[in-house]
């Protein structure tokens, strides 16, 4: 009798040591059904436990049986536990919670369904016994016998001790497993937890290094190159009009600066979701080779984007640290620019007190001024050319920054400082020479500043520029300055293709554009064109311009007619009372000359009468 309970004692220990090393749950079954056939005498053990819906109960642990009878009980006949369906052991057992026995397969009705598998298995008997615990029933111990057998109740009630064992072991076992899934799963967040912090960590350096370069005054060449260093990547930074700010090569790779500077048509975020952080995009430039793939990030200023920052390769190749780099790089970019347009504006400001002052001629004394221009980087004792174009007054509220942002950066080689500013109604630069510098040298400057304001507008291209100089006196400037204004509304009024005028163009007319009193020209007007004049209030206002349209066509009726967008016939007809009204024969060299010095100073007083009214 002690040997047996020795052994049963040791069957149990073996059982605790199984779930104390962690085995798993169907090594665990498995080890149950040995122990229940080696202790009891049995041929085949199962042990049934429901499936996740729990609609049926399975064979999860087994002794003795074929994987061919588990295979077939699992698939075709598993013991059902809701519905209708026919009386099992293992399911009578499971429900009521008692022993249930079968003595002989053969000859018990209800056992027909199993009846071929436990022929096929060769047992002949059965007994199940429930898996209690306080709570629930677990599933069932089927134990079985190759000849017919009676289950005594001393066999029932070890078995139900056997099953009471079972069910503390299933559950701690399932206890323990659960324990150890949290157990993995709060590692895992430890551990993300511990990268989350050291990403963190890391963003906050990379934060702290681009703010201290903000702060140190380096600009956006020393953010973009700190920034190119962190990603190992090339780095561009781009204002939202195509202007390169910053464009860097890194291990050979750059990024193309003219496919970045047209992506400014590319479809902007909603200002509204731009507040939020993740706003790293992926953009595909089109490119004669392919289309190259970039990543941006904006950089905004009162919850509009200024400029973007970007860098090579898609968003999935950046690494996590990468991507919080360059959102954090957004920040520092931005007050960059916003104390660069402060500055600028603040320049903007003085240059322009000065201009107007020098333009006007209400200067004061020229030792002060020379010197307030000199603190700010102009040396006006040298020759200047005067370079005048005239801006629509709808763009003056935007004008400062881009402005003289664009000059800046045009005139940023140049020494002494060019001085930019706006009077009446104009931008005005005034630019240094040499010397010996030709005015018609500056000619390309004039084309780049008689181009900002269309570019800023992407608008077409319809404005004039003129050039006067070299002006090397201060006193000498507000008539430069009338000098060109008149030359860009003779421009105007001639109807003449955009373009940079220098006076030296213009022959006679640049020479009586620099007169200061027109009134003697105004009398030889009167005494050549007088006639016309009359009768143009009188009966025909056309005849005047129809003769100044034929005078600078040089006396072409099909251009005439197409500029003035009449008929040739009244071009014809026109000429004709001209000549008769002004008694001349345009036909004839003196007469023509006559003519068209008198059309010219006449459309000399008419733009300089333009710039008084103006």
């Not at 029933?137 to 029932?156: I, Q």
């Not at 190749?317 to 104390?339: F, I």
């Not at 507000?478 to 509304?489: D, H, K, L, S």
Request: aromatic share 4%.
């Amino acid at each position: 009798m002690a040997q047996h309970i020795q052994g049963w004692l040791q069957a149990l220990a073996q059982i605790g040591a199984a779930v104390n090393r962690g085995v798993s749950l169907s090594e665990l079954l498995d080890l149950i059904a040995a122990t229940a056939c080696k202790l009891m005498s049995y041929d085949f053990c199962a042990i049934f436990i429901p499936d996740a819906a729990s609609q049926v109960l399975v064979i999860e642990g087994s002794y003795g049986l074929s994987a061919d009878y588990i295979r077939d009980i699992n698939a075709a006949h598993p013991v059902r536990l809701h519905g209708l369906h026919t009386p099992t052991p293992a399911g009578q057992a499971f429900a009521m919670g008692v022993p249930v026995q079968i003595e002989d397969f053969g000859s018990n009705p209800t056992m027909l369904t199993w009846r071929a598998a436990a022929r096929d298995q060769g047992y002949n008997s059965m007994i199940s016994v429930p898996l209690n615990t306080a709570d629930e029933t677990l599933g069932t111990l089927n134990c079985y016998t190759r000849s017919t057998h009676h289950f005594t109740k001393e066999e029932e009630s070890r078995l139900l001790m056997l099953a009471d064992q079972a069910a503390i072991a299933i559950t701690t076992s399932r206890l323990r497993s659960e324990q150890a899934k949290k157990i993995t799963v709060l590692n895992e967040l430890n551990e993300s937890l511990e990268e989350q912090y050291e990403l963190q960590r890391q963003a906050e350096a990379i934060h702290e290094r681009l703010t201290a370069l903000t702060l140190e005054g380096g600009g956006v060449r020393a953010l973009g190159g700190a920034l190119a260093e962190i990603l190992d990547r090339p780095v561009a930074v781009c204002e939202t009009n195509g202007t390169i700010l910053y464009n860097t090569e890194r291990d050979g790779v750059s990024l193309p600066a003219t496919l970045l500077a047209n992506a400014d048509g590319l479809p902007l975020p909603d200002a509204a979701s731009a507040g939020n952080t993740g706003l790293l995009s992926e953009v595909h430039l089109p490119d004669p080779t392919g289309t190259g793939t970039v990543v941006r990030v904006p950089v905004m200023i009162k919850e509009k984007i200024v400029a973007w920052i970007w860098t090579s390769g898609k968003l999935s190749e950046l690494r996590p640290l990468d991507r919080q780099a360059m959102e954090r790089a957004a920040a520092p970019v931005a007050l960059e620019l916003l104390r660069t347009r402060t500055a600028t504006q603040a320049e903007w400001r003085d240059t322009g007190e000065i201009l107007s002052e020098l333009l006007s001629g209400k200067r004061r004394g020229s030792t002060t001024f020379l010197s307030q221009a000199a603190r700010l980087g102009h040396d006006l004792s040298l020759p200047h050319a005067v370079i005048a174009v005239r801006f629509e007054s709808r763009i003056e509220s935007a004008r400062p920054y881009w402005l003289a942002a664009t000059f800046e950066r045009m005139a940023r080689q140049v020494s002494p400082k060019p001085l930019l500013g706006s009077h009446e109604e104009h931008i005005v630069a005034l630019w240094p020479l040499g010397p010996t510098t030709p005015i018609n040298e500056v000619r390309g400057i004039g084309d780049q500043v008689r181009q900002i304001p269309s570019v800023r507008n992407q608008g077409t291209d319809r404005t004039h520029a003129a050039i006067t100089g070299p002006v090397t006196s201060i006193a000498d400037y507000p008539a430069a300055f009338a000098t060109a204004r008149g030359a860009i509304e003779l421009a105007a009024l001639r109807e003449s293709p955009p373009g940079t005028l220098v006076l030296s163009d213009l022959g006679l007319t640049g020479l009586l554009l620099q007169l200061p009193d027109l009134s003697a020209l105004s009398h030889y007007v009167d005494d050549v064109l007088g006639p016309l004049r009359a009768n143009d209030l009188a009966q025909d206002p056309s005849l005047l311009p129809t003769l100044s349209a034929l005078i600078h066509n040089d006396l072409n009726v099909r251009m005439t007619a197409e500029q003035l967008h009449i008929k040739e016939d009244f071009v014809i007809e026109a000429r004709r009372r001209i000549e008769d009204l002004l008694a001349v024969d345009l036909s004839r060299a003196s007469d023509l000359t006559r003519i068209s010095t008198a059309i010219e100073v006449n459309d000399v007083i008419q733009a300089r009468q333009r710039t008084i009214d103006v």
